[in-house]
């Protein structure tokens, strides 16, 4: 019944005996030979009717059909379809790149354009609900409910392979290596940072316990002062934003690595500082003078300065090779040393002052002063001072040896691109010159106060102590900030998108403000035990001069992070001339400040009212430079945004200052300002503080100070 029929044709369908042959068994074919199994091949190219004319498989259509009219095809002549599933043929030719666009470069592993926050790409796709949701389509349906006998019956009639078990996965070659080597330099490089800060904190607590905060103090933080101004005015500025590209890219272009382009750098740094450091030693006097006249007019003071000098100066030519030596490093991937070997210095320099008040005694009980510092003192102080530069830059060799580097001197300068780079520090060298113009004016005017004072404490000493301190938590908290975001805000700069730039720079002055705000009210309101207990040993009035220096510095550190953070956009978009027209503009209003504060003020306060200059020089300078990176973006700047963050702060902080401020007074007039007395009133002060702030702002919903304590509490498993 399930027969095909075969109408007349003849052809032995159905088991009719052929004419003039044998009998055929009903599958077989005209030849007499007998096909595979249909069930063994497969099912979608067996087909038992291929020879047969299609319209003969119905009856109803084979009596309905005109022949005549329309003769049915021969046998075999029937064309076959196209298989349901086949991949279009490949192109001939490749796309002409004329019309068609090429594919684009694959996105890096790092933060990106497209990836503004440093998401991972795989958890940023856009995927299917089922994806999204249930993660049900890891199970694939098959296009064809029949295709699993299609995969059963390909063996033709051998047995099913079993699967082979797939290959490891290669580990993925991306840049998440790259990423994670940045973040561990990145962390090592502000480990190094931290450490050497904190050392150098301790540094200047024993020299002033050695020293004391009068003419003494004064002359020795002048003398080792001058070597860094000299060779920033000279070799510093451009050696760090001009020479250091040009070595890393001599690193990559050149045949050998650039080795002969650094050998030939270093050695020109050699000859350089060399030649400064025997014509600053020669007019060491004359230096002096032009730092403070006051200790130069003081005979037995120019005497103990000029001599601390001679031994501080060829500090110059050490630094210059501890810089090159460490961009060596640098651009080798060593990052570690440049960091960490300044550690050394303050080391030495802490045992060296540690030593020094072992045999003589504090100063609080020598009462040592200019005319009373035996030479010997003097003498061990100073190769102290040298040898820790020594020490500091004789630690990278080792270093560089590891990395395969061989210094040997080259004189062969001319025609190699040395000429050129010199040419490109102009305005680097302009911008230091002019910071380090403000700078020596108020050194001048700050050793003047001091001894017209009578007071210890109020010189240039307590000054350079108190700035310290102050500039510890820009340096620990907006830098490491930026840092994080300045690679994002230079590609968007490169990229030309100012919004992403806008939003980088709001983000960094937001997150910064959160840690710098109230550390700002803390100086305000606890400064004055917060120096009592760091400088006692100096004396408790010298220390309370430098807690009141202390407290005229503090809400000055707000617009001093803010202005280091819109300077960075500028420094995104390649432009140095801003900032160096800014910083002229902050060294001058600083400079006039401070000669208005020691003509006006009384010369115990002179210093106090200079700290207070040097916060409101870089509020101007804020104002200019935020007016101009405004109008480079566009006009827009998230001002709203950043100020209401802003106020809102200070608003929170404001009532916090006030209360751990009464608590800190009241604490000090009833224990004293002793280590005890000023201990426990940093303490309870400084917890009402950060606790009616903390809450404060909690209930005012800051959104960033929220996000600080999700961040801490995710942190500790809360």
């Known amino acids: 019944m399930n027969a095909p029929y075969d109408g ?259 050695t020109l740094v050699m000859v350089a500082l060399g030649l400064i450091v025997a014509a600053a030693v020669l007019v060491a006097p004359v230096l002096i003078q032009l730092m403070s006249s006051t200790i130069a007019d003081d005979v037995a003071a120019n005497s103990v300065a000029v001599t601390f000098a001679r031994y501080c100066l060829p500090t110059i030519f050490f630094m210059g090779v501890h810089v090159v030596m460490g961009q060596i490093l640098n651009a080798r991937g060593k990052f570690g040393a440049m960091m960490w070997t300044p550690v050394l210095n303050n080391i030495v320099m802490i045992i060296t002052f540690g030593l020094f008040i072992w045999v003589y005694g504090t100063s609080a009980e020598s009462r040592m002063g200019v005319d009373t510092i035996p030479p010997e003192g003097v003498r061990l102080l100073g190769i102290g001072t040298l040898l820790g530069l020594v020490v500091q830059s004789l630690a990278m060799i080792p270093y560089l040896r590891e990395t395969g580097f061989r210094f040997r001197p080259r004189f062969d300068w001319k025609g190699h691109g040395l000429g050129k780079t010199v040419k490109l520090a102009k305005w680097t060298v302009l911008f230091v010159l002019a910071n380090q113009a403000g700078v020596l004016v108020v050194t001048q005017l700050a050793t003047a106060a001091g001894t017209a004072s009578g007071h210890d404490g109020t010189g240039f000493l307590a000054y350079s102590n108190a700035q310290l301190i102050w500039g510890m938590p820009q340096a620990i908290i907006t830098v490491s900030v930026m840092a994080a975001l300045l690679p994002r805000i230079s590609r968007a700069a490169h990229d030309n998108d100012p919004g992403a730039v806008r939003d980088d720079i709001s983000q960094g002055l937001r997150n910064s403000a ?124 998230d001002g709203a945004h950043i100020v209401r963050t802003y106020a809102r702060l200070c608003m929170a902080a404001v009532p916090a200052a006030l209360a751990g401020g009464a608590v800190g007074f009241g604490i000090l007039e009833l224990v004293g300002t002793g280590a005890l007395g000023s201990l426990a009133a940093l303490i309870c002060g400084g917890v009402l503080l950060l606790g009616i702030f903390f809450v404060a702002a909690k209930k005012m919903r800051i959104e960033e100070v929220n996000g600080l304590v999700g961040m801490v509490r995710g942190r500790l498993g809360r």
Not at 15 to 36: F, L, M, Y
Not at 222 to 249: D, H, K, W
Request: aromatic share 10%.
């Open 514 to 637: 959160v840690a710098i705000v109230p550390v700002a009210f803390t100086f305000l309101a606890l400064g004055l035990p917060m120096a009592t207990l760091l400088y006692a040993s100096s004396g408790i009035e010298a220390a309370r001069s430098m807690g009141f220096i202390l407290m005229a510095f503090a809400l000055g550190l707000i617009p001093y992070s803010v202005q280091y953070v819109v300077l960075r956009g500028f420094y995104a978009y390649e432009d140095t001339r801003t900032p160096f027209y800014n910083t002229v503009i902050v060294a001058a209003v600083n400079a006039a400040a401070s000669a208005l504060c020691y003509v006006v003020l009384p010369a115990r306060w002179a210093v106090v009212g200079m700290a207070f200059s040097y916060g409101l020089a870089y509020a101007v300078g804020v104002g200019v430079a935020w007016r101009r990176l405004r109008n480079r973006l566009g006009g827009d700047l």
């Open 8 to 266: 007349d044709r003849g052809q032995g369908a159905g088991g009719a005996a052929s004419p003039g042959g044998p009998p055929v068994p009903p599958s077989a074919g005209q030849d007499g030979s007998v096909p595979p199994d249909p069930y063994l091949q497969h099912a979608y190219d067996d087909d038992p009717y291929r020879a047969q004319d299609l319209t003969a498989q119905d009856p109803v259509g084979e009596a309905l059909y005109d022949r005549a009219a329309h003769p049915p095809p021969p046998p075999g002549t029937y064309q076959e379809p196209a298989p349901l599933y086949q991949q279009p043929p490949p192109a001939p030719y490749a796309p002409d790149p004329r019309i068609w666009a090429q594919t684009p470069p694959p996105e890096p592993a790092g933060p990106s354009r497209h990836l503004p926050y440093g998401d991972h790409p795989a958890t940023t796709q856009f995927v299917g609900v089922d994806d999204l949701v249930t993660q049900a389509s890891d199970d694939r349906q098959e296009p064809d409910a029949f295709a699993h006998l299609f995969r059963d019956q390909e063996g033709s009639g051998k047995p099913p392979v079993p699967p082979q078990p797939e290959p490891a996965p290669a580990p993925a070659k991306s840049g998440g290596g790259k990423v994670s080597g940045l973040l561990k330099s990145s962390a090592l490089m502000a480990a190094g940072t931290l450490v050497s800060r904190l050392t150098g904190f301790v540094r200047s607590l024993v020299i002033t316990a050695a020293l004391g905060a009068a003419m003494l103090g004064d002359s020795f933080t002048i003398a080792y002062t001058l070597p860094t101004m000299i060779y920033i005015l000279t070799v510093g500025g451009g050696l760090n934003s001009v020479f250091v590209p040009q070595l890393v890219r001599a690193m990559k272009d050149d045949e050998d690595g650039g080795e002969a382009f650094a050998n030939r750098l270093l």
